[in-house]
């Protein structure tokens, strides 16, 4: 845009991302937001929001018109609809008069935003512009939104989190075992209207890993006990925003609008604002399914109290969950992320895949890689510890597990190639060498919880592996959590063979077995979904039950597919759900919902070929398959494929802000990017990691609170307080 150059231009906000407002004689107003072209994770986030052009109305959101290069910076020109950035604003608590004036617009930019199918994911002060005397709010900072109705984030570690650390939702941070939708820009709203009633944020925290906990963990004082006057009624919409899950929250933007309206109504006629029951207009016409578990506090406990003992005792312990496909195995043990943020363990995690059973030890990679990549965010000085824990543990034989965790050699450096052995030989130096790796993460400072899913699809080698590591009583401050599925592994199964083994050695194997969900547990997931009470939804839930025999994967399915095909509706002058019945009986459904599950495979879109192949599966082959969980991807507002393969352990566990890399050839270079943080001479690791995190935050400038920030991963964070 040569034009740019007849504007002036005033600062608003300096900084990684800038933001300049112009104006010049006769041209339309323009705001430029500037990134540092060194800096790969905001270069694609401008990218990204100007892609979105064409969803982003100017009622409520400042529209990209250009991208372009302009004084060595990569600027996204946006139209100037006024006003300016709402943290210009604070800093001192807002009347009610003036707060409400603002969060109405606010709430109504979200909700029209919400309307076009668009999830913010980065709501916060700075992002919304305010021209107070109009009334006008635009919404801005469109670098990580998206389209999807919901998407998974799993962990990855907290510096590389995209979003804000101190407006940031708690399953935003990957640490709930839930997905991201709608709902969490509602908790970043509550975060904002915190801010703007009381002049300060409802957590303060030192470093990321900090902020996550006090968001995931945390209860925040309400902002009518902080001594600025706000009214209860405010003061309960703000915490309704805030509560830890999605469910608790307010379902819609609609919803939050209203209540606020009432207060400002309620205000302007009488200066006070007396308790009304909040959420009134906050049914959702969208079927959406509670993602917390139901019925499955006893085995999430004894999770717990197995990890509580690796904690005090420091001892190794083998816990297996097993049950069938769809039954809830990966659900109930990816609930530990919650209890193990740090300072109190390392989760690490990946699964079997059916059809990579012919190369050994593809998962514990998986899993390991995820480790080791954290490592590579970290400070030079928390790097060189675990280097030379690394370097001691595995002597010279760096190059088997480098040939496992390509990354591990951006740590511990290039390694010399180890004799070759013959294959008995060569196996027992490898396990050997790897009980030696796992020890460095396995430490007493923080024990560290593995997952392998899927064991039914386990390796040889890995099985001969893990029961190498339970019998030998280095192994220590691990917990190890098997999953399979007990409907796909005979008697004769290796697995069983070998556990029978474990067993004989003296080894305690916790074992949970999952059954289906009881009558009860049903009945809630079910009133849950349909906002209704308990009572209200028995009948329906008698038939779920009868239909799907407590599985939770097909009662999902099943109340979906009910939905889809309008026996289930939601009632908009009711503003509730309803269903006849009869007519559900009336349908005749099979006994079981393998047909209906087959039927929906049908439906799916054609360049799915997970789908299509399923589809042509036969009925029982159908429901031992892998496409179901395609097919859930897909139910869950997760197009397949787009976090990387479902079957990835590292590209689950860091949920789509990592590109999974090849492997490498041995000998080959790992990272082939020689991009901006090379020319400034960045150590090699942080521009690997710079890498590994495209939109991630290895940089300081994101935390609030700079003077006392200190940049801390996860696990640096645990090494010291130790
Ligand atoms: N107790 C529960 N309450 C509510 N929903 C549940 C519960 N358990 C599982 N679900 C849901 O059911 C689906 C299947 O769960 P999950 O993937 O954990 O099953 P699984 O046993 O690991 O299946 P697979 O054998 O295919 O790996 C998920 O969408 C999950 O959210
Ligand atoms: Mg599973």
């Not at 706000?230 to 608790?248: C, F, G, Q, R, Y």
């Not at 690394?390 to 496992?404: F, K, M, S, Y």
């Not at 009662?555 to 979906?560: E, H, K, M, R």
């Not at 009910?562 to 908009?572: I, S």
């Amino acid at each position: 845009m040569s034009e740019l150059s007849s504007y002036a231009f005033s600062p608003l906000r300096e900084g990684d991302i800038a933001l300049y407002r112009g104006s010049g004689n006769g041209l339309a107003p323009i705001l430029l937001v500037a990134a540092e072209e060194t800096s790969l994770g905001c270069i694609q986030r401008l990218e990204h929001e100007y892609a979105l052009k064409a969803e982003l109305d100017a009622d409520w959101a400042a529209r990209p018109i250009a991208l372009t290069h302009h004084n060595d910076r990569m600027t996204l020109v946006l139209e100037d609809p006024g006003g300016v950035p709402l943290d210009r604003l604070l800093g001192r608590p807002l009347d009610v008069t003036p707060f409400l004036r603002v969060a109405i617009p606010i709430a109504a930019a979200l909700r029209q935003m919400h309307d076009r199918g668009l999830i913010h994911k980065d709501i916060k002060p700075a992002n919304i512009l305010v021209d107070a005397a109009s009334g006008g709010v635009w919404l801005t900072g469109f670098g990580i939104a998206s389209r999807l109705p919901r998407e998974h984030q799993a962990p990855a570690p907290p510096e590389v989190i995209a979003g804000t650390l101190a407006y940031m939702a708690p399953e935003q941070t990957g640490r709930m075992n839930r997905s991201v939708d709608s709902r969490s820009d509602l908790y970043a709203l509550g975060v904002t209207f915190y801010e703007m009633l009381t002049g300060q944020l409802p957590f303060t925290a030192a470093d990321p890993m900090e902020w996550v906990h006090c968001h995931v963990a945390r209860q925040p004082v309400p902002p009518n006990e902080q001594g600025a006057g706000v009214p209860a009624p405010l003061s309960a919409i703000v915490m309704k925003l805030l509560a830890k899950t999605a469910e608790e929250r307010y379902q819609t933007t609609a919803g939050v609008e209203a209540d606020l309206r009432r207060c400002l109504a309620a205000w302007e006629a009488y200066r006070r604002i007396d308790q009304f029951p909040l959420g009134k207009h906050d049914g959702s016409d969208r079927l959406l399914i509670p993602e917390r578990l139901y019925g499955r506090e006893r085995e999430i406990d004894i999770l717990l109290a197995s990890f509580d003992r690796v904690v005090a005792n420091g001892t190794l312990e083998l816990v297996l969950v097993s049950g069938h496909s769809g039954i809830g195995k990966s659900s109930v043990v990816n609930e530990l992320h919650k209890a193990l943020v740090p300072p109190r363990g390392l989760f690490a995690s990946g699964k079997f895949d059916q059809y990579k059973r012919d190369i050994p030890y593809t998962t514990l990679g998986q899993a390991f890689q995820s480790l080791v990549r954290a490592l590579l965010s970290q400070s030079e000085t928390e790097l060189g510890r675990w280097r030379d824990s690394l370097r001691e543990a595995l002597g010279p034989n760096g190059q088997l597990i480098v040939n496992l965790v390509p990354e591990l050699e951006l740590v511990i450096g290039k390694q010399p190639a180890v004799a070759d052995l013959p294959p008995q030989d060569a196996q027992n130096r490898f396990q050997m060498v790897f009980r030696r790796f796992l020890g460095v993460f396995a430490r007493k400072e923080h024990p560290l919880a593995l997952f392998l899913d899927d064991l039914q699809w386990l390796d040889s080698a890995t099985l001969d592996l893990l029961g190498h590591l339970v019998t030998h009583s280095e192994v220590r401050h691990l917990l190890l959590v098997g999953a399979y599925r007990d409907n796909e592994v005979s008697p004769s199964h290796p697995l069983l063979r070998t556990l029978d083994t474990i067993r004989k050695a003296g080894a305690f194997v916790q074992e949970i077995s999952l059954a289906p969900l009881a009558h009860e547990d049903l009945g809630r997931l079910i009133a849950d979904t349909l906002s209704c009470t308990p009572g209200r939804a028995v009948p329906l839930a008698r038939l779920v039950q009868e239909k799907t025999a407590g599985n939770p994967l097909f009662a999902i399915q099943f109340i979906s597919a009910l939905a889809e095909e309008g026996l289930l509706r939601f009632d908009h002058d009711g503003a509730r759900w309803r269903w006849e019945l009869e007519r559900l009986h009336a349908k005749g459904y099979t006994d079981n919902v393998v047909d209906l599950m087959v039927g929906r495979l049908t439906r799916l879109p054609r360049r799915d070929p997970g789908g299509v192949a399923a589809a042509r599966l036969p009925r029982q082959r159908c429901r031992d398959h892998d496409a179901f969980d395609r097919s859930r991807e897909i139910e869950r507002g997760r197009p397949f494929g787009s976090l990387g393969s479902r079957s990835s352990g590292a590209g689950r566990a860091l949920g789509g802000l990592v590109q999974v890399h090849p492997r490498p050839c041995p000998g080959g270079r790992l990272f082939a990017h020689t991009g901006a943080a090379a020319r400034r001479g960045a150590p090699p690791h942080r521009k690997a990691a710079r890498r590994a995190y495209p939109c991630g935050k290895t940089r300081r400038g994101h935390l609030r609170n700079r003077q006392s920030a200190q940049p801390r991963s996860g696990l640096g964070h645990l090494t010291r307080r130790a």
